[in-house]
C-alpha cells in the first residue's frame, strides 16, 4: 500500500505551514488505519481534512469546538456491503475501528481530540452535514463523526508500535492451537482500552468452557451455511474473492481463495473457484452443499480454545453506539494481537435477526451481540490482505 503524500496543501488564511505539518502528521496515522479489519476487506471508511473556510466553519459549529484542525469520518455508500440488514451495523463498526487507530496514531503525535461530534442523521445534523462541508465533500460519503483536533502532549503509545501490530494482524482462519489460553491474558484482553463514558458498556465475553465452545460449535454446524445459501449475500460476498493475489494488489480490496482455506494447490483452487460461482453454489446448495462447508467451519470452531462475543447494552443501536462498538474492537484485536494471538470473526451466526437472538439465548449473552471471533494461536503466519491507496479514502474539503 503506497501513503498518499498531502504535504504541501495549502490551509486557509496562510496557515501553509501549519498545514503542511499537520498532513505528514495525518499520513503517518493514516498508515496503521488503513490496515484495519472491515468485513469482505470492503474498506467502507472516507476521511475528509476541512481546510476550506466553508468547512472549517461547519465542522467547528458541529463539534462547538474552535481548533486547529479538523477530520471528517465518512461511510463510503459506494463500498458498503447491503445485502443483509445487519451489514449496516457491520460497516459502521469497521468505520469506526479505522477511526479509532487513526485518532490513537494522531494522539501518539501529540494531536488530541477536543471534541468529537457524531452524526446521528436524525439529530439535525446528519442529512444536511455533507452539503455544509462544501461541494469537494463526496457525493457517496455519508460523514459520520466529526472531530475537532489540537496539538497537545503526546499520547505516550508509539506510532511505531501501532504500525507494527497493524502489521503483524491478520485474520487467520485455519486452526489454532487447542490449549486453553491464560485467564490472567484473557482478563487484560477483556478490560476497555479506556473508560467507557458516554452510552452503556459493551459487553464483552469470552467463551472457554468446553461445554459453551460445544454448544456454539454446533450452532456453526446448524446455521452456518445460511449465507451460502442466501442468494443475495452470496453474490455480494463472492464479489469480494479475488482471482488471485495480484488482482488482489490491484484492486487494492476483498480477498483470495488462499486466504479464505488457506494455501491451496493449483488444481484444488480451480474446483474452490468453481464450487464457490454464485450459479454453481446455487445448484450445489440444493445437494447441502452448504451444510458441508458449515461443518467445516464447526470442525475448526470446536478445536478452538476460546470465542470472543462483544454486544451493545441496549437492543437500539446509533451511530455512537456502533463506532464505540468498533472503537473497542480496535483495541481488542490490537492488544490481543500483541500478545500472539489470532482471530477470526464467525459472523454469519449474527447476520440474521433469528440466528442473532437465538444465539444470545443458548449462550445467555447480555445486550445485543454485534461481533463473535474465534481468538487463539494460529499456525503459520496468513497471507497478508490488500488495501486501497490513501487517495481513493482521504479528501480535503
Ligand atoms: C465486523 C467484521 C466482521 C467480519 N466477519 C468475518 C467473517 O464472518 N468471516 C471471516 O472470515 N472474516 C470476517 N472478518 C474479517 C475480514 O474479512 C478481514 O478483516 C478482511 O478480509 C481483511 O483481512 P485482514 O483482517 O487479514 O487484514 C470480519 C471483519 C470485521 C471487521
Redesign the pocket.
Known amino acids: 500500500m503506497t501513503v498518499r503524500r498531502t504535504d504541501g496543501i495549502r490551509g486557509t488564511d496562510g496557515t501553509a505551514a501549519q498545514a503542511s505539518t499537520f498532513a505528514q502528521v495525518l499520513d503517518a496515522a493514516a498508515g496503521p488505519a488503513a490496515?484495519s479489519?472491515?468485513?469482505?476487506?470492503c474498506q467502507p471508511w472516507g476521511l475528509g481534512r476541512a481546510t476550506s473556510a466553508r468547512a472549517r466553519r461547519a465542522a467547528a459549529d458541529l463539534t462547538g469546538e474552535d481548533a486547529e484542525e479538523y477530520l471528517v469520518l465518512a461511510l463510503d455508500r459506494g463500498r458498503e456491503l447491503t445485502a443483509l440488514a445487519a451489514h449496516a451495523v457491520?460497516m459502521v463498526?469497521?468505520c469506526g475501528?479505522y477511526w479509532r487507530l487513526l485518532l490513537r496514531g494522531l494522539a501518539a503525535q501529540g494531536w488530541t481530540a477536543a471534541a468529537v461530534r457524531v452524526l446521528e442523521g436524525d439529530d439535525g445534523a446528519g442529512p444536511d452535514a455533507a452539503s455544509r462541508l462544501g461541494a469537494g465533500w463526496p457525493a457517496a460519503w455519508t460523514p459520520l463523526c466529526v472531530v475537532a483536533l489540537r496539538p497537545g502532549p503526546p499520547s505516550g503509545e508509539h506510532l511505531g508500535d501501532l504500525h507494527d501490530t497493524a502489521l503483524a494482524?491478520?485474520?487467520h482462519?485455519g486452526p489454532y492451537r487447542p490449549e486453553p489460553l491464560a485467564p490472567g491474558l484473557l482478563r487484560d484482553l477483556e478490560e476497555p482500552g479506556t473508560p467507557e463514558a458516554d452510552g452503556g458498556p459493551i459487553h464483552l465475553r469470552h467463551l472457554t468452557e468446553p461445554r459453551e465452545l460445544r454448544t456454539f460449535a454446533a450452532f456453526v454446524a446448524r446455521h452456518g451455511g445460511r449465507d451460502f445459501g442466501h442468494r443475495a449475500a452470496w453474490r455480494e460476498t463472492h464479489s469480494f474473492v479475488r482471482r488471485d493475489a495480484a488482482e488482489a494488489a490491484a484492486r487494492g480490496d476483498g480477498?483470495t481463495l488462499d486466504?479464505?482455506f488457506g494455501r491451496l494447490s493449483r488444481p484444488r483452487r480451480a474446483a474452490m473457484r468453481c464450487a464457490l460461482a454464485p450459479a454453481t453454489m446455487n445448484l450445489l446448495g440444493r445437494v447441502g452443499y452448504h451444510r458441508v462447508l458449515a461443518a467445516g467451519l464447526a470442525d475448526i470452531v470446536r478445536r478452538t480454545p476460546a470465542v470472543v462475543t462483544m454486544g451493545f447494552a441496549g437492543q437500539a443501536t446509533g451511530r455512537a453506539d456502533l463506532l464505540r462498538g468498533g472503537a473497542r474492537?480496535a483495541d481488542y484485536w490490537w492488544r490481543a494481537t500483541r500478545y500472539g494471538l489470532s482471530l477470526?470473526?464467525?459472523?454469519?451466526v449474527i447476520q440474521h435477526d433469528d440466528l442473532r437472538d437465538r444465539l444470545e439465548r443458548e449462550l445467555s449473552l447480555s445486550g445485543r451481540t454485534f461481533?463473535v471471533s474465534r481468538v487463539g494461536v494460529a499456525g503459520p503466519s496468513?497471507p497478508?490482505?490488500h488495501r486501497r491507496d490513501d487517495a481513493a479514502t482521504h479528501v480535503v474539503i
Not at 479489519?37 to 476487506?41: F, K, L, M, Q, T
Open positions: 490496515l479489519p472491515s468485513s469482505h476487506n457491520e463498526v469497521s475501528i494482524r491478520r485474520t482462519r480477498f486466504q479464505l474492537l477470526h470473526p464467525i459472523s454469519i461481533f496468513a497478508h490482505s
